[in-house]
């Protein structure tokens, strides 16, 4: 299994990324970062300067996704995987370099449309790191900071590009029927132990926004609830209450942000291992629960 890759960053285009302030510290309980070169507000679940970075604009989507990879070696081998599968890599020039706090970067538009951006060396504190709303902190320690989700029209050269190019592993898939005469098809991948790392769903047509959800993923089975107990008294829409995902076993739940996309907060998903042979389909989001909360 590769393990040289891992999810680094993610950076948000919103009208108003102040307002996002209570939302990330408050409900999700991630720690603010500290602002980019470019004065971008970011916030971080570990001892990374920054996991999720929101920029002032009018998207309302995902501007961009980082991938750090272990080392140069790791870099190297990638980019030249990516080039030959017909995604080339652009170098980052020294302001983006400086505005990631990273040491290098290239970047490639992912077939959905997303900028892709290939990083080394991640700007990291070596003080503890202390979430002060989840006492358990996040697990990230060489797997990123999460998962991400998007919505994808070009599906199978997006399938391709994830995994001829950057070189990930499909860990399973999912096709069911979401309502009548509706189906739904997602495929999942990973790139290290976290069981996905990214995951695609087939989109039947254009969707205004292709990010569907991030997911942070807590140490501790408590830091679930109480963060369910802060979505609900904040009065944000809570798109799945309580449940457990079939595939990987991930027990969460989904607040929808500000801007629409959703968060994902979970806890003990199953992890991929060498001998991974589970990669096969599912035919349920859920085994119980992750029904929408209908508030009184």
């Not at 501790?220 to 990987?248: C, K, M, Q, T, Y």
């Amino acid at each position: 299994m590769n393990r040289d890759l891992e999810v680094s960053y993610i950076g948000i285009e919103v009208d108003d990324p102040a307002s996002y302030t209570d939302f990330f510290s408050h409900v999700v309980g991630l720690v603010p970062g500290p602002p980019t070169s470019s004065a971008a507000l970011s916030w971080t679940n570990d001892a990374a300067a920054h996991r999720v970075i929101l920029e002032q604009g009018p998207a309302n989507d995902a501007a961009y996704v980082g991938f750090e990879a272990a080392d140069d070696e790791a870099f190297d081998t990638i980019s030249s995987r990516l080039a030959a599968a017909g995604f080339e890599l652009t170098p980052g020039t020294e302001k983006e370099v400086t505005a990631k706090r990273v040491e290098q970067l290239g970047h490639v538009a992912a077939p959905w449309g997303t900028r892709i951006e290939l990083v080394t060396g991640l700007e990291r504190t070596d003080r503890p790191f202390h979430a002060p709303l989840v006492e358990g902190g996040f697990f990230t320690e060489g797997v990123g900071f999460g998962h991400v989700v998007f919505a994808a029209l070009p599906f199978e050269e997006a399938h391709r590009f994830l995994i001829d190019g950057l070189g990930m592993g499909q860990s399973d898939w999912i096709e069911t029927e979401i309502m009548e005469g509706v189906d739904l098809e997602v495929r999942f991948y990973h790139c290290n132990p976290r069981h996905h790392t990214v995951a695609l769903a087939r989109a039947p047509f254009e969707m205004p926004q292709l990010l569907h959800h991030i997911m942070f993923e807590t140490n501790e089975r408590d830091d679930v609830g109480l963060a369910f107990d802060r979505a609900w008294n904040s009065g944000l829409p809570i798109a799945n209450g309580l449940g457990r995902h079939d595939n990987d076993e991930m027990f969460s739940f989904y607040v929808v942000s500000p801007g629409g996309f959703q968060v994902e907060i979970g806890y003990g998903a199953r992890t991929i291992t060498d001998d991974w042979s589970e990669n096969r389909r599912y035919d349920r989001i859920s085994s119980w629960g992750h029904q929408p909360v209908q508030r009184p």
